[in-house]
């Protein structure tokens, strides 16, 4: 059985970018809209990134994404 990774099309690359991410909404109360949580990439592809964030967010929320790679 192949690996996720041998199906990939693009290349992934290492990367540790900062990215910031937004909670727009949610159907929960425990994060209000508009709290920004920091995270980081963890690889790059030409069509697709790996993020970790610094805390939990449940399933529930809309977030807004701003990205800049070098």
Not at 35 to 64: A, W, Y
């Amino acid at each position: 059985m192949s690996s996720k990774k041998d199906r990939r099309q693009h290349t992934r690359h290492l990367r540790d970018e900062r990215v910031v991410v937004q909670i727009v909404s949610s159907t929960r109360d425990t994060i209000p809209p508009g709290t920004v949580v920091r995270c980081s990439t963890k690889d790059v592809s030409e069509r697709g990134l790996r993020i970790q964030l610094d805390q939990h967010i449940p399933k529930g929320f809309n977030l807004e994404l701003w990205v800049e790679i070098s």
